[in-house]
């Protein structure tokens, strides 16, 4: 039967944005038949399921253009010795040990935590870079079993790299092709060709996952020049800096997405717009590991195709749309930087944009006819004027996570006033905690032979 959402303030993000008083939807399967005014609908479709929204606002759901469910048993860990003094310590001490830690259990209690965290923050569509270097083979099968009982949208890849040796390499090559072509029957999942970064891939491993990405009408997802060590190692051991080498290699492209790029240059960056690459902007994990802040002003200026996503923190995506908002201002002390309508258009339009490739033939982050229908209510009630030109300063001032009440993908209802209804969020929980001391015990065997050698 089809949904009918009533009496919505409703938020198309369409291009241009439209606000609808008093508006209504209409949901048919999974996609957005009729938009307009309450009265009309319901007239129109007396038939169909309601859903008041009581006033509400109705908005297409929040993507998130990077992240990392395999974090999640990160979350009050303890990093023994001395807190690390930059990036590169991080990596080696926290992020490398524990992506060894995780085995099938804590893949999948890892993507379940995030996903019940991405459901009740209104997040509908996650593009995943996943890394457990000791369960590589069926380990996005793990994740895509967990996205599809959550009802969300993911897009999934494993991350390649040589630090584990050449046979973990190899294997998650592997992994990356086969889930490629298995995935292609799951509506919900996407898939892109995972890599780490250049500073642990070699030119040969690189040319070997272009090799077998071959064929595979896929781009590539690799961090780029988050910390100055990135292009410190390519300098030194290729002549070149990241992004022309990876250029080189054919690892560029119009479906590749390069998390990050905070120290690429002014030249790395006209290739990275030659090529048509999504760069993906990440501020609260920015400030959280002390690496800087991208030239985001100027990348959206020269037109590269500038998207947001998390990096593992909360999905909650409007606190990367504030993080964003301010860092750049104190980063560069000027209060004209990272404007609230750019932040709106990256947040909103680009992250749709990018999402539509990995979902061909679908519409998202609008509500419009003919849409998929990726919807949130959000009980916000704005004491001031709320219109189509200052919804992105109503977002950045005004919204909480907490006001997410509903959240719908593909027509399908997954919370509804705050009530979770594909995930048992408590078992979840609970199953996480208790399957927690395990996790750590392995990370702190693996952090210990990281500190002796």
């Given at each position: 039967?089809?949904?009918?959402?009533?009496?919505?303030?409703?938020?198309?993000?369409?291009?241009?944005?439209?606000?609808?008083?008093?508006?209504?939807?209409?949901?048919?399967?999974?996609?957005?038949?009729?938009?307009?005014?309450?009265?009309?609908?319901?007239?129109?479709?007396?038939?169909?399921?309601?859903?008041?929204?009581?006033?509400?606002?109705?908005?297409?759901?929040?993507?998130?253009?990077?992240?990392?469910?395999?974090?999640?048993?990160?979350?009050?860990?303890?990093?023994?010795?001395?807190?690390?003094?930059?990036?590169?310590?991080?990596?080696?001490?926290?992020?490398?040990?524990?992506?060894?830690?995780?085995?099938?259990?804590?893949?999948?209690?890892?993507?379940?935590?995030?996903?019940?965290?991405?459901?009740?923050?209104?997040?509908?569509?996650?593009?995943?870079?996943?890394?457990?270097?000791?369960?590589?083979?069926?380990?996005?099968?793990?994740?895509?079993?967990?996205?599809?009982?959550?009802?969300?949208?993911?897009?999934?890849?494993?991350?390649?790299?040589?630090?584990?040796?050449?046979?973990?390499?190899?294997?998650?090559?592997?992994?990356?092709?086969?889930?490629?072509?298995?995935?292609?029957?799951?509506?919900?999942?996407?898939?892109?060709?995972?890599?780490?970064?250049?500073?642990?891939?070699?030119?040969?491993?690189?040319?070997?996952?272009?090799?077998?990405?071959?064929?595979?009408?896929?781009?590539?997802?690799?961090?780029?020049?988050?910390?100055?060590?990135?292009?410190?190692?390519?300098?030194?051991?290729?002549?070149?800096?990241?992004?022309?080498?990876?250029?080189?290699?054919?690892?560029?492209?119009?479906?590749?997405?390069?998390?990050?790029?905070?120290?690429?240059?002014?030249?790395?960056?006209?290739?990275?717009?030659?090529?048509?690459?999504?760069?993906?902007?990440?501020?609260?994990?920015?400030?959280?590991?002390?690496?800087?802040?991208?030239?985001?002003?100027?990348?959206?200026?020269?037109?590269?195709?500038?998207?947001?996503?998390?990096?593992?923190?909360?999905?909650?995506?409007?606190?990367?749309?504030?993080?964003?908002?301010?860092?750049?201002?104190?980063?560069?002390?000027?209060?004209?930087?990272?404007?609230?309508?750019?932040?709106?258009?990256?947040?909103?339009?680009?992250?749709?944009?990018?999402?539509?490739?990995?979902?061909?033939?679908?519409?998202?982050?609008?509500?419009?006819?003919?849409?998929?229908?990726?919807?949130?209510?959000?009980?916000?009630?704005?004491?001031?004027?709320?219109?189509?030109?200052?919804?992105?300063?109503?977002?950045?001032?005004?919204?909480?996570?907490s006001m997410v009440t509903t959240t719908i993908v593909a027509g399908r209802v997954l919370m509804r006033d705050r009530q979770l209804l594909t995930l048992d969020e408590g078992a979840i929980a609970a199953a996480a905690l208790d399957y927690a001391p395990h996790v750590w015990e392995r990370y702190n065997y693996f952090v210990s032979q990281a500190l002796d050698s």
């Amino acid at each position: 039967m089809a949904l009918l959402v009533t009496h919505t303030r409703l938020i198309t993000w369409d291009d241009p944005n439209s606000v609808i008083e008093d508006g209504a939807l209409l949901i048919d399967g999974s996609t957005i038949r009729a938009v307009g005014a309450s009265s009309e609908l319901e007239a129109q479709y007396p038939d169909a399921e309601r859903l008041d929204a009581r006033g509400q606002l109705a908005m297409p759901g929040n993507i998130c253009a990077h992240t990392h469910f395999y974090g999640a048993y990160a979350r009050g860990l303890a990093i023994p010795g001395p807190a690390p003094k930059d990036f590169p310590e991080i990596l080696q001490r926290l992020w490398w040990p524990l992506d060894k830690a995780l085995d099938e259990q804590s893949v999948r209690f890892s993507a379940l935590v995030c996903l019940v965290d991405a459901i009740k923050h209104g997040t509908t569509t996650l593009i995943d870079h996943h890394a457990s270097p000791n369960f590589i083979d069926g380990s996005l099968d793990v994740i895509a079993d967990a996205v599809d009982e959550a009802g969300l949208r993911g897009v999934l890849c494993y991350e390649v790299t040589d630090r584990d040796g050449e046979a973990k390499a190899q294997a998650g090559i592997a992994e990356n092709a086969r889930f490629l072509s298995a995935s292609k029957d799951r509506p919900l999942i996407g898939a892109t060709f995972g890599l780490h970064a250049g500073l642990t891939l070699s030119d040969t491993t690189l040319e070997a996952c272009a090799t077998a990405a071959d064929g595979l009408d896929t781009g590539f997802h690799i961090h780029v020049a988050e910390h100055e060590a990135d292009e410190e190692d390519s300098l030194s051991k290729w002549g070149q800096r990241v992004v022309p080498r990876l250029e080189r290699l054919g690892i560029l492209g119009p479906k590749t997405i390069v998390a990050h790029a905070v120290h690429v240059d002014e030249a790395e960056r006209a290739i990275l717009k030659d090529s048509g690459a999504w760069v993906s902007h990440q501020p609260r994990s920015n400030m959280n590991n002390a690496v800087g802040a991208s030239a985001f002003d100027a990348m959206l200026v020269e037109g590269i195709k500038v998207v947001l996503g998390n990096d593992g923190f909360s999905n909650n995506m409007w606190a990367d749309w504030k993080a964003a908002y301010l860092l750049h201002k104190v980063a560069n002390r000027d209060p004209r930087r990272a404007p609230g309508d750019a932040i709106a258009h990256v947040a909103t339009w680009n992250n749709a944009r990018l999402a539509e490739q990995f979902f061909p033939g679908e519409t998202l982050g609008k509500l419009v006819p003919g849409a998929a229908a990726d919807v949130i209510l959000v009980d916000y009630r704005p004491f001031t004027p709320l219109h189509a030109g200052n919804v992105p300063w109503h977002i950045l001032f005004g919204f909480e996570s907490s006001m997410v009440t509903t959240t719908i993908v593909a027509g399908r209802v997954l919370m509804r006033d705050r009530q979770l209804l594909t995930l048992d969020e408590g078992a979840i929980a609970a199953a996480a905690l208790d399957y927690a001391p395990h996790v750590w015990e392995r990370y702190n065997y693996f952090v210990s032979q990281a500190l002796d050698s």
